[in-house]
């Protein structure tokens, strides 16, 4: 090939400026990659929704690993890790025309297998926090194959890890958990001998250790995980009636776009005797009610719940859609169950579980000014109805008794930092202490 020397001239030009080009990429990425290390930037929170992120961004720290969380000890809330999005559901958040309920669950393992009821009967996504026992990671194997393996689980649910740094830990990422976790969360099992009803008993045969349950932590991180602006919060054993989401829609959608004002809405909790079919509708309810067989949720050895079942009951069976009637929060005793709207308040960390852990943000709610509303049509029941409490629960109850000095005015100092005292005198008296 023959060049001339003008186009040899070119060529050396170009080359040089290719060389130029090149050395000029080399050190920018060097500089960026520099002042990347001096100055590091902060991860992307992965688990977090961006609307939990922005209430609580002053009480997360957030470490250097995608979707681990270490919460530290603050006025509300107590040291403990979390994976976030540990098993992360396939179905994608496209806005509807509607704001989707999450429906915030949360247990241990061995009562994992009772996720695959709601995953069946849940209108929309759930945010299922388990409370795990570290080092025993071998033990998230079923649960990770329940996951992947069944769809319905797999399309709506997403799973988060919680638990306490062992001793000596400093960090969440300290110790072989963590890694295990990661691994797990990275693995992908084959589905081909997977069987349903094998993999429920396992789960249900797993050994956790007796002790304690920190119900407000898990509460909590039920909610953190959930990528939509309402929750309602359950204990994972209870079953919620029959399209439940569908049913509260027209007033959730209130409640997002702020209609309501500052609120919460409140639905009713029962018992049914075990024997008894759940009932799919209002009616057989109704009768199952008149039976006895359905009974408000520990009635007989408590006085938690918020009158006026009859005028409830009324409503529900002659109304077509679901209706809202106000309540007054006027005793420290109610605890209703709640959905609400993703910047109420959280449940207070230091509570002790099976006292009062429900009571504190009902009370906290009361001080922060919100109105409870009453909603018909809707529910859910606890399986068993309860006659006594067991030995156990006595026991745990006792501890908690005792633990509860302490806890309530740690709490009411925290209100008090919190919202001004005189809200205070809007709300019930809380005996010894307010
Ligand atoms: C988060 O907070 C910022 C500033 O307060 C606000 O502009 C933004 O809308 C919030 N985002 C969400 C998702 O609530
Ligand atoms: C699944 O496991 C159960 C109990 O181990 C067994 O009875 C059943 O036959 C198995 N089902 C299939 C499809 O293999
Ligand atoms: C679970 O425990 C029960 C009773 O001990 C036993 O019959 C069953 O085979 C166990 N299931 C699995 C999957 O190990
Ligand atoms: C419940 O247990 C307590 C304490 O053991 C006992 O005194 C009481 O009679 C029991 N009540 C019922 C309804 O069984």
Avoid at 19 to 27: D, E, K, R, W
Avoid at 140 to 147: K, S
Avoid at 332 to 343: K, V
Wanted: overall charge neutral; hydrophobic content about 40%.
């Amino acid at each position: 090939m023959y060049f001339s020397k003008r186009q040899k001239n070119l060529h050396a030009w170009a080359l040089k400026l290719l060389l130029l080009f090149i050395t000029a990429v080399v050190i920018l990425y060097c500089i960026v990659g520099l002042v990347n290390l001096i100055f590091p930037r902060k991860v992307k929170n992965y688990g977090l929704s961006d609307y939990v992120t922005n209430i609580s961004l002053s009480i997360v720290h957030i470490e250097n690993r995608q979707n681990l969380v270490h919460v530290r000890d603050d006025v509300n809330t107590a040291d403990h890790c979390v994976y976030y999005n540990f098993l992360k559901r396939i179905k994608e958040y496209v806005a509807p025309d509607y704001e989707p309920i999450s429906l915030a669950l949360h247990s241990t393992i061995n009562s994992a297998h009772h996720i695959v009821k709601h995953a069946q009967s849940w209108n929309d996504f759930i945010s299922y926090a388990v409370f795990f026992f570290p080092p025993d990671g071998d033990l998230l194997l079923p649960l990770l194959r329940l996951h992947r393996c069944n769809m319905l689980v797999n399309d709506i649910v997403s799973i988060h890890l919680v638990w306490h740094r062992g001793f000596l830990q400093k960090e969440c990422d300290d110790g072989s958990a963590f890694e295990k976790i990661d691994m797990l969360a990275h693995q992908d099992p084959s589905c081909e001998t997977f069987n349903l009803t094998e993999t429920l008993s396992t789960l249900r045969n797993v050994t956790t250790p007796v002790g304690h349950y920190p119900i407000n932590i898990m509460r909590n991180e039920a909610r953190r995980g959930a990528t939509s602006k309402v929750h309602i919060i359950g204990d994972i054993e209870t079953q919620y009636s029959y399209n439940f989401a569908n049913n509260v829609r027209h007033s959730t959608q209130k409640l997002v776009n702020g209609n309501y004002g500052k609120a919460v809405l409140a639905y009713r909790r029962f018992e049914m005797d075990e024997m008894a079919a759940f009932p799919m509708d209002l009616k057989v309810f109704s009768e199952l009610m008149d039976e006895k067989k359905i009974l408000p949720y520990r009635q007989r050895f408590a006085s938690h719940f918020v009158p006026g079942l009859k005028e409830w009951m009324a409503t529900s069976l002659t109304r077509e859609k679901a209706e809202l009637t106000p309540f007054k929060y006027n005793d420290y005793h109610l605890e209703p169950q709640l959905i609400m709207r993703h910047d109420v308040p959280f449940h207070f960390e230091h509570a002790s579980s099976n006292h009062f852990d429900q009571q504190l943000l009902c009370y906290e709610l009361c001080r922060a000014g919100y109105t409870f509303h009453m909603i018909t049509h809707v529910f859910n029941i606890h399986p068993g109805i309860n006659v006594n409490s067991t030995e156990t629960e006595r026991s745990l109850n006792s501890i908690a008794n005792s633990q509860s000095k302490q806890i309530i005015p740690k709490f009411m100092n925290y209100l008090n930092t919190r919202y001004s005292k005189d809200s205070s005198k809007q709300c019930p008296k809380w005996e010894d202490y307010v």
